[in-house]
């Protein structure tokens, strides 16, 4: 019973000690719950993501929705190995390369005579999807999306990782 | 059309690339692809001095910051011009120098030239702006230039410490100086100097007029190095010769006196302005020439001397500004010699102490020393740096045939005609101003004859010399050369740069005054017996036969103790300030979160309790019909966590409960119909509180080891007065209405921004400014957590290694 209800803070301690231990605490259920709930949250993010234009969503939660999914897989496996199943990315890169583009999106609009960050959006018949909107926001959303998981996620990844040294 | 605002903008925009030529073409020396600047730029500004002698100033502006009425305004009237050509015009020569002098293989001479160019654009920036804000801009460029450049070769102890002190103490009077620039601007409610200038009626009788003239003042004098804040420049000589030659005899050190010309119309006229300007000119003058006397080394002499002549030409400032108490009529004649003679001897001593430091630093770089002591006979090694150093010198010590003499004279004229004044209480103490100016003019005297004859005759000592060479390249002798012909050419042609140069800065200083036609007469040379030529004669005499003796008196100057000087008591006040600064700040800079967090809360509670008891903008209107069942219920359970938070003695209760207060804010958030929001915090609380749970291991235990009674009791306090002052924000900012509704936005966000999602249209859209700098200090969070974290990791292994 305790094996099951505290199977979180396990995940958690398991987290933080990394590759430390060497006898590996076989967690199924939580991790057998991560697999599909992962995907399910992902999805769900990609959904909010694009939503935030006309109903709830955006791209400051689907940001952070993409970071609680991860943070849920480091905390059902070991940070090594999801780092191991994903693009070598550093989260920190990502983050700038959110902010920047975001700064972008906003220079574009000088270009056009247009003052900082105006955007613009426009109706567009494309084949399979009908009539659609497109707006320059969105690609700003793109950069809030972006700086907001990168960030998230360098903290977290940066405090376990000096964890798994500090335990050593 | 005039691009005057865009020239001033090219040394800018050409140091930009300096440093790439410097990388790329190392073969050719850098400094010939710096030259063509300031000669086009004197060429270009040449072009205007026919303009500005007809009386017709350009003005041009460019709108900068139009919201604050701050332009970029660039004006163009004869003083402006004089300074803007001598910077450009010896700029230009120090530039040639400076290609000899400094030796391309050694030197990091992409720094050298951009930092010269960062300070000629800046002080042309200065001399032609019409905008205060603009004009103090530039002013502080100019302090760290000069700073850049005095700490040219840091890796000497004496360039760091001169330049230090230099940017100390020019930045400090240029916040004395914007103070009084922006009391000034308020009393005559704009930013531009023409129209203050036109409003200056109205000023006198402001409360705030003496202030701002005192602070405004303390600019100036910092700047050209006054009495008692001269100790910077004798240190500032720690920089290269040309950088002394360029900034601290020819420009920047008379910036200062230019701030005192331009507002002269504005203050000139009153007690204060004329007493202060001319009493501390007067003083400077003294200490100036009588400290130059006593110096070793040639550039620390120089530098002395610069002070008097300095200290010289606001004295004249002070005294003709007595004008602008009479007003345009014949009384006033008697004033105006003495502005003349301020700017007159303002270009003849950028001329003869240009060439007198080129001087100096042709000997440093053929004999490897400025020490007199070691000096002597070098006249038949360097027979041409010998004529220029007595063209300069002599020039210095006001003897014909050099345009020294025309302005000492002038000088003369204008001190005792201010001692025949009788405004001002002058007919008390009118009469020390001659006679002051006359014992300086004889230790300014004594110390030109020490300069030349102490150097090139006497007693050769080659074995004291670290390097013996004759003459040096023509580049460095061509532009000393050009500075002591136009000496001896000012002498014989005064009346054609009067006519050009000097009347119109005359009339900039002194408005209305030229047009009246008060009988100014031209300068000459020979104007028959006058008291002027019989006080020349005086000094030449008592000066020949002091510095006869020179040996017998020079002890004197060793009385002086050495706590009694003022870089003594600038040494001690810096490393008092520091000890006492480092002493506050080890007292609250504890090392623990905790007593920051408690500093900053108790600040934010401070500043928003005394802001809302001063403005009395507590409101509260009650509208408890509106109030569910759910809502009461929801705060019950968020109070019943709070106390959890309070009371666990666990810490992972602790942060549990506070992820429970976090949620129940998203119940809330679901309530109001926010369903944006409740997404967003329901993440936020499930992240952070892992991220709390992370960081579980480090923090120390809960169990009350902290503190004794009263830090707890200040926790208590702080924690009450923050909830109790967010409450009250929030009562108040419902119940106030003190801004227009904005609701409008929202509900035409589909026209405005093509969004039904009105809180996603105010994110990226209406306030999209907001959130692109949200996320900009994200990110810089969370590269800081990194550089924390990863910085500690660094430190420990290499700790780990060494043992």
Request: contains cysteine; proline residues 4%.
């Amino acid at each position: 019973m305790q094996n099951q209800s505290f199977g979180i803070l396990r995940g958690l301690r398991r987290f933080t000690e990394g590759s430390v231990i060497k006898i590996k605490i076989n967690d199924v259920l939580l991790q057998t719950v991560t697999k599909v709930a992962s995907f399910v949250i992902l999805t769900f993010s990609v959904y909010l993501f694009l939503a935030g234009h006309h109903n709830p969503g955006g791209g400051f939660i689907g940001g952070l929705v993409v970071a609680a999914a991860i943070t849920l897989l480091f905390l059902a496996y070991d940070v090594k190995t999801v780092r191991a199943g994903f693009p070598p990315v550093d989260f920190k890169v990502l983050a700038v390369s959110g902010v920047l583009l975001a700064v972008i999106t906003g220079m574009g609009a000088v270009v056009f005579g247009k003052p900082f960050l105006s955007h613009a959006f426009g109706y567009f018949n494309l084949p399979l999807f009908g009539e659609t909107e497109l707006a320059t926001s969105v690609i700003f959303d793109v950069g809030v999306a972006l700086a907001v998981l990168g960030t998230a996620l360098s903290i977290i990844y940066t405090i376990s990782e000096d964890m798994c040294i500090w335990k050593r | 059309m005039s691009w005057l605002y865009l020239i001033i903008l090219i040394p800018f925009l050409y140091a930009v690339i300096v440093p790439l030529i410097f990388k790329h073409i190392p073969q050719i020396h850098t400094g010939w692809f710096v030259l063509p600047i300031p000669v086009l730029l004197f060429m270009y500004l040449a072009k205007y001095v026919t303009f500005v002698a007809m009386d017709s100033p350009f003005i041009h502006s460019v709108p900068w910051i139009p919201s604050l009425g701050i332009n970029y305004a660039t004006y163009v009237d004869g003083l402006a011009l004089i300074f803007g050509l001598i910077v450009t015009g010896i700029g230009a020569l120090v530039i040639l120098y400076s290609i000899y002098y400094l030796s391309k293989e050694r030197e990091a001479l992409g720094n050298f030239y951009v930092y010269l160019l960062l300070f000629m654009g800046a002080m042309l920036g200065v001399v032609f702006s019409d905008n205060i804000i603009v004009l103090y801009m530039f002013w502080e460029l100019t302090s760290i230039s000069s700073f850049l450049l005095i700490a040219y070769w840091y890796q000497r102890k004496s360039s760091r410490y001169g330049a230090q002190k230099a940017l100390l103490i020019t930045i400090f009077g240029g916040f004395a100086m914007l103070a009084g620039l922006l009391m000034l601007a308020n009393i005559t409610d704009t930013f531009s100097i023409r129209e203050m200038i036109l409003r200056a009626d109205k000023t006198t009788a402001h409360p705030l007029f003496l202030q701002s003239m005192v602070l405004l003042l303390l600019g100036a004098f910092t700047k050209s190095a006054q009495f008692p804040f001269h100790i910077w420049l004798p240190d500032a000589m720690e920089a290269p010769t040309p950088i002394s030659a360029y900034l601290h005899s020819a420009t920047m050190v008379k910036a200062g006196i230019y701030l005192i010309a331009r507002f002269t119309p504005i203050f000139g006229g009153s007690m204060e302005w004329f007493w202060l300007v001319s009493g501390v000119g007067m003083i400077t003058l003294f200490w100036g020439s009588f400290s130059a006397v006593k110096q070793v080394d040639l550039k620390a002499m120089l530098a002395f001397s610069t002070i008097g002549q300095l200290g010289m030409i606001i004295c004249l400032l002070g005294l003709g500004s007595a004008a602008m108490y009479y007003g345009p009529v014949k009384e006033a004649a008697l004033c105006i010699p003495a502005i003349l003679a301020a700017l007159f001897h303002l270009v003849n001593h950028s001329t003869f102490k240009g060439c007198l430091f080129m001087v100096v630093g042709i000997i440093d770089y053929e004999t490897g020393t400025r020490d007199i002591r070691r000096l002597g006979g070098l006249m038949g090694l360097m027979p041409v740096t010998f004529t220029l150093a007595v063209i300069g010198s002599f020039s210095m010590a006001g003897l014909p045939p050099f345009n020294g003499f025309l302005s000492k004279e002038l000088f003369f004229t204008g001190v005792l005609n201010a001692s025949r004044l009788d405004i001002f209480r002058m007919e008390t103490w009118g009469m020390l101003f001659p006679v002051v100016a006359w014992i300086a003019s004889i230790f300014t005297f004594i110390y030109c004859m020490v300069f030349v004859f102490r150097t090139f005759a006497g007693d050769y000592q080659p074995q004291k010399l670290e390097k013996i060479n004759n003459e040096p390249a023509w580049g460095m002798l061509l532009p000393p050369a050009v500075l002591a012909s136009l000496v001896i050419l000012f002498f014989f042609f005064p009346s054609l740069l009067a006519q050009y140069l000097l009347m119109p800065a005359v009339a900039s200083v002194l408005p209305g005054f030229v047009e009246a036609s008060l009988g100014i007469g031209p300068i000459e040379a020979w104007h028959g017996w006058t008291p002027e030529l019989i006080m020349t004669i005086g000094v030449v005499v008592v000066g020949m036969i002091l510095f006869a003796n020179y040996h017998k008196w020079s002890r004197f100057y060793g009385y002086i103790p050495v706590w009694f000087t003022l870089n003594f008591a600038y040494d001690s006040l810096l490393v008092k300030t520091e000890k006492t600064f480092e002493k506050i700040t080890r007292g609250y800079m504890t090392g623990f979160i905790r007593d920051y967090l408690l500093y900053i809360f108790a600040f934010f509670v401070v500043v928003l309790a005394g802001v809302i008891l001063m403005l009395n903008s507590f409101a509260f209107n009650p509208d408890v019909n509106n109030v569910s069942m759910y809502e009461v219920v929801l705060v019950f359970v968020m109070v019943v966590a709070a106390l959890m938070v309070l009371l666990s003695r666990h810490r992972l209760v602790a942060i549990i409960s506070l992820g429970i207060m976090g949620y129940l804010v998203a119940m809330f958030f679901v309530i109001f119909r926010a369903p944006d929001l409740a997404l967003t915090q329901l993440v936020v609380e499930t992240v952070t509180t892992v991220l709390f749970l992370l960081c579980f291991y480090f923090l120390p235990d809960l169990k009350n080891k902290i503190g004794e009674i009263g830090f707890k009791a200040a926790n208590m306090a702080v924690a009450l007065g923050f909830g109790l002052i967010v409450t009250v924000i929030a009562l108040s900012a419902q119940s106030n209405r003190l801004f227009e509704t904005i609701s409008w936005f929202f509900e035409n966000s589909y026209e405005l921004a093509g969004a039904k999602n009105i809180v996603n249209a105010i994110l990226v859209d209406f306030r999209g400014f907001d959130t692109m700098l949200e996320i900009l200090v994200l990110c810089i969070a969370g590269i800081g957590v990194y550089t924390l974290i990863k910085l500690r990791l660094d430190s420990r292994k290499v700790s780990s290694k060494n043992r």
